[in-house]
């Protein structure tokens, strides 16, 4: 199996689950990367996994759709042991486990973690130009959604979209599993900025060897670019809209960022 997996072997990785059930001989000892959807965790754990030399679950459709409804610890714990292979690797990386932390740490030997966050105006940008919104919109159309991405607007497709992320940030970043001595919490622009010295930070606190430089991962394209990924947030939300946005998430930035990097 290639280091880094993906949502694309998901068949294959499903197929092995099925006939490794009940004897696989590894416990899951996963560390996760927390971090809301574009939060630039595909780009950090690929990172982490080429500078550690670590196997990397970027992502599996096994929690997609899990954000409406989190699992609960012995769900989790369920699932992670009826798939054996798809959760071997030495990092998990899947958005959506962030809206459950605790469930989610409970279902790994291991006892560390990390939580990537990222500017609430950037994160939320990013966000809704990945899913064609613009920034003034003022309702989201579900149909035209993908599966994964519904969640977040199931119940509120009528409010304006940015105000809906913004609250998911706030209430995502209050959790009081963030501030303890099993995760340690970084920021992308930090990551951004001094990658070396991050992932560095972030193979010590997991225990994981410091082997190469993050040279391919931090090359490549991890996701598809936005439309608008160079537009400011002024410009693409609208000053009134980003005043709303940070009123919103003030509180919980300036605390989770205080505990990390």
Known sequence: ???????????????????????????????????LPK????VFAAALSEVTSSSALLDTPLLWGTAIKPLNESEMKALVAAHPVTFAPTLWKEPNATFYPEAAMAASQANRHILLVRGPLQNIRSHMDRLGLKGDATSVDLAALHPNHRPAFLALADDPPALTLARRW???????CWNTPEVQVHTYESFMANPEAVLQATAQHLGLPVLHQPVRALAKQQQPPGANR???PEAFFG????????RLTADAFQHITSTGA
Request: aromatic share 8%; hydrophobic share 40%.
């Open 1 to 35: 199996m290639p280091l880094l997996w993906n949502p694309k072997q998901a068949p294959v990785l499903n197929a092995l689950d099925a006939v490794t059930r009940g004897w696989f001989p590894r416990k899951a000892q996963g560390h996760w990367i927390f971090g």
């Open 239 to 246: 000053d009134a809209m980003c005043q709303e946005i940070e």
């Open 39 to 42: 939060s630039g965790t595909t």
């Open 230 to 232: 160079n537009v400011r």
């Open 170 to 176: 706030r209430d995502t970043h209050n959790k009081a």
